[in-house]
């Protein structure tokens, strides 16, 4: 007797037969999605992040100055780091050109990274690349074609939106004053009040209440057809490449094209839907896979901020770093497992050993900051995040270095060097290395393994 299927499971087979047959129409469709999605992401969230801060920071074309670390309540960005007080500001290029200046500052490194629509480091004024003495920069867009007046250095923007992401070194909650005063020293205007000596002052603001959701959580909730949209206006304003040519034609094929929205039927839309979700799932997946790990720790790619046709890794930094900054003015090694591959957890003690001679090598300064699991910082009753080379530290007899990673205070020898984590929850370690000597670029030093000591 032949089994009687009911009638539901007739209609479920001929129904994931039409999809199979639909993937398969449509396949090339669904790929180019997915790679037109991670090519355009990087434009779609500075934009989104662009609008969201005119909202939570302040108006754009104007610096908005940081005057302190955020605490272990702080939730706006992951990994918040204490070593430095930032100075930012979205600048829209077609009110430009601008002039931004730094004062004379030969007492704290500082780093004024300026990116590009599509998270492209184009200049980075500072201590590395410019020195200590003043600095006065001419900041103008792609079609901007006028004589630089004398004085001014051109920094030629190559889209419309433009971040700047400055950040200056923070000896602590002590040196708040002095660095104020360097962060004053910071100014931007536009190119006819300059040339007139005019400073306008801020406009009123207040932040919007209530706040709008982090960016990330914007583009995720932004519907595929609607990502799309906006990438093809945005294109207009902030040119793709001249290397990105080959890409342009991928997305030409999707019918997308710079100031012209694709006009897609259901299948297609539910082609390159698809292909954004395999794009996420994809990337979601390489994020956590353990890879390029040395003693336990990663370091980010050189490519960090100059990211050339590796869209796929421009989009994950975007999507979980975006405003990293050249490799050249910081680098962030980090981990979240030990010298044997196991989870940092809260429960167990760790020493990080740094032998005689090797310590992170750099010009600047360098710090280790402990994470929850959340990537937020870690409550404690020192008010301690972070440990790096301008805190007094104890070294050893033979000038190595222990700092010890545990929840409850170490003997009183050790106090100085521990870095409090949570009993109970995994955390993480991120280094940062502020103008790293090529070895730390190069791969002749890295960061020591973590040891579990019980």
């Known amino acids: 007797m032949k ?5 539901w499971a007739g209609a479920g087979l001929v129904a994931v037969t039409l999809v199979a047959l639909l993937l398969y129409a449509k396949a090339e469709q669904v790929m180019l999605g997915a790679e037109a999605y991670l090519y355009g992401y990087p434009l779609v969230i500075m934009d989104i992040t662009r609008a969201s801060a005119a909202l939570t920071q302040g108006p754009e074309n104007a610096l908005h100055r940081v005057r302190r670390f955020p ?13 430095t007080l930032y100075t930012s500001a979205f600048i829209d290029m077609a009110q430009g050109p601008w002039v931004f200046e730094m004062a004379a500052n030969a007492q704290r490194y500082a780093l004024m990274p300026l990116m590009d629509g599509w998270t492209n480091v ?13 600095g006065r920069f ?4 792609p079609a901007w074609q006028e004589a630089v007046p004398e004085g001014l250095t051109l920094l030629r923007a190559p889209t419309r939106i433009v971040w700047l992401i400055g950040r200056t070194q923070t000896n602590g909650v002590a040196d708040y004053p002095l660095v104020h005063r360097l962060q004053d020293g910071l100014t931007l205007s536009s190119l006819a009040d300059w040339q007139a000596g005019m400073t306008r002052p801020p406009a009123p603001w207040q932040a919007a209440s209530p706040r709008p959701e982090p960016p990330v959580r914007q583009m995720q909730a932004l519907a595929t057809v609607d990502f799309f949209r906006r990438l093809a206006l945005l294109m207009v304003d902030n040119p793709p490449a001249a290397a990105d040519a080959p890409m342009l034609r991928k997305l030409a094929r999707l019918g997308l094209r710079p100031g012209a929205p694709p006009e897609w039927g259901l299948l297609d839309r539910w082609a390159v839907g698809l292909g954004r979700w395999l ?13 390029d790990r040395v003693k336990g720790w990663s370091t980010p790619p050189a490519m960090l901020g100059d990211y050339g046709t590796q869209y796929s890794i421009r989009a994950v930094v975007a999507m979980v770093g975006l405003g990293a900054n050249l490799p050249a003015d910081a680098t962030y090694p980090n981990t979240r497992v030990d010298g044997q591959g196991r989870a940092l957890d809260g429960s167990r003690r760790y020493r990080l050993h740094f032998d005689a001679g090797a310590l992170p090598p750099v010009r600047a300064f360098w710090s280790v900051t402990a994470y ?9 009753p020192l008010g301690r995040h972070a440990l790096g080379d301008r805190d007094p530290l104890v070294f050893n007899p033979d000038g190595s270095l222990d700092l010890w990673l545990q929840a409850d205070p170490p003997e009183a020898a050790r106090l100085a060097n521990w870095l409090p984590v949570r009993s109970g929850q995994p955390f993480l370690l991120n280094a940062r290395l502020y103008w790293p000597l090529p070895a730390a670029l190069n791969g002749e030093w890295g960061m020591p393994a973590v040891e579990r000591l019980d």
């Not at 272990?72 to 204490?82: C, S």
């Open 3 to 7: 089994p009687r299927w009911p009638a």
């Open 71 to 83: 605490d272990a309540d702080f939730k706006d960005v992951v990994r918040p780091n204490v070593d």
């Open 138 to 141: 001419l900041l103008a867009g």
């Open 122 to 134: 184009f200049a980075a004024p500072g201590t590395r690349s410019t020195g200590t003495a003043a």
């Open 372 to 380: 929850g699991a959340d990537d937020f910082l870690i409550a404690n």
């Open 279 to 291: 794009a996420d799932w994809t990337v979601a997946r390489e994020l956590n896979k353990p890879r």
